[in-house]
């Protein structure tokens, strides 16, 4: 069985999440996560059980936004679909195409379990990519520029998606460096990226990054100037 779980609205998110924990019940056991990384170990779960019988869930998490594990994931939907495991698909940051593609490949068996969480408006000039790839880089006068453009084009509108890629990016270089790695394969470019910060700073800072959705929508901070002071200390 599959839930699908698509777009970058935090609120959302989860209601959703909540809405799919009630249907599964406590008669699942979470088993693990997999990415980009880990892509091919779908396969593994497709009739997988516990040791003591129990049904699994496995979270998949942003696969759907490059090619090749976007096909993976095609290519395998029909067994997800009709495994009797629960796997729940997560992609914040998924094209409207990939999406709808995955919805309607597998409308017959996904009894509408699929939560369109997003609210994002098309900005064809500004992304935020380019904001993460210089926050990795460690460049903060190019990332506070970028900011700035992006501020004057988005003011608070998009703000929650900026936080929420910035936060996965940050995740990303976070595991690497857990890894004993000095630098993060990065599946975009192909190329080894070279980490500028120290598991201390990793861990502090993400933890600011990480909270600042929830202190968002507790209405304690503008999220924007909240990202802005993240820049300048970085």
């Known amino acids: 069985m ?26 699942f056991l979470i088993a693990r996560k997999i990415d980009r990384t880990n892509y091919e170990d779908i396969k593994n779960y497709f009739q997988e059980r516990s040791l003591f019988g129990e049904r699994l869930i496995i979270e998949i998490e942003d696969i ?20 009797e495991n629960i796997f729940i698909l997560d992609e914040p940051f998924s094209l409207p195409a990939s999406n709808t593609k995955v919805i309607k490949d597998g409308k017959l068996k996904m ?3 699929y939560f369109d969480c997003s609210t994002l408006k098309e900005k064809p000039d500004l992304e935020p990519g380019r904001f993460c790839d210089l926050v990795e880089e460690r460049n903060k006068k190019e ?25 996965y990016r940050w995740k ?17 470019t192909k190329k080894n990226i070279e980490i500028k910060y120290s598991l201390e700073e990793l861990e502090t800072f993400g ?11 507790n209405g304690e901070i503008d999220l924007m100037r909240e990202i802005e002071r993240f820049i300048l200390k970085i």
Do not use: C, H, P
């Open 64 to 83: 759907l936004t490059l090619e090749s594990t976007r096909k993976y994931l095609y290519d395998n939907l029909k067994e997800v679909l009709s495994s």
């Open 111 to 113: 009894n509408e379990n």
């Open 2 to 27: 599959l839930y699908f779980i698509f777009g970058n609205d935090i609120k959302k998110r989860e209601v959703a999440r909540d809405k799919i924990w009630k249907k599964v019940g406590d008669n």
């Open 172 to 188: 990303s270089i976070w595991e690497a460096k857990l890894q004993n790695k000095n630098s993060r394969w990065d599946f975009y």
């Open 143 to 167: 990332v506070w520029i970028e900011w700035k453009k992006i501020y004057s084009d988005w003011v608070n509108e998009e703000e929650m998606f900026l936080q929420a890629a910035l936060w």
């Open 207 to 217: 933890k600011e990054i990480s909270l600042m959705a929830m202190k968002k929508t």
